[in-house]
Nanobody, 131 residues
Framework: QVQLQESGPGLVKPSQTLSLTCTVS??????????WNWIRQPPGKGLEWMGA???????YYRSFLKSRTSISRDTSKNQITLQLSSVTPEDTAVYYCARRKYLPSGYTTGAWVRKEDFDSWGQGTQVTVSS
């Protein structure tokens, strides 16, 4: 059974770059047809899809965040990395990595997603943007 674990700083100052890592165990991030997603949940709001990297290494981003978001992978470590630049307090959220097969085209134009849309989730990591 695949397991995902997010890690990174819990506190980031405004205008800095947030960097988070998702370490995957029990399965390879290059397994055919799977997409590895970053999703966040701001306080009092739903689950917001941010972007994904596919099994071949192609990346996909929510259009609203595309200019500030970068997702990469390290296949030797079986890790996925999220970088979000120029953060503001509005980026305060619990950040999750999650896996699913295929990637709906509608995600890139803006999508609130559900837990059941993904077959595996990390436990999430709280990130607060504050000076």
């Amino acid at each position: 059974q695949v397991q995902l674990q997010e890690s990174g700083p819990g506190l980031v100052k405004p205008s800095q770059t947030l960097s988070l890592t998702c370490t995957v165990s029990g399965g390879s991030i290059t397994t055919n047809l799977y997409y590895w997603n970053w999703i966040r949940q701001p306080p009092g709001k739903g689950l917001e899809w941010m972007g994904a990297i596919g099994y071949r290494g192609s990346t996909y981003y929510r259009s609203f965040l595309k200019s500030r978001t970068s997702i990469s992978r390290d296949t030797s470590k079986n890790q996925i990395t999220l970088q979000l630049s120029s953060v503001t307090p509005e980026d305060t959220a619990v950040y999750y990595c999650a896996r699913r097969k295929y990637l709906p085209s509608g995600y890139t134009t803006g999508a609130w997603v559900r837990k059941e849309d993904f077959d595996s989730w990390g436990q999430g990591t709280q990130v607060t943007v504050s000076s």
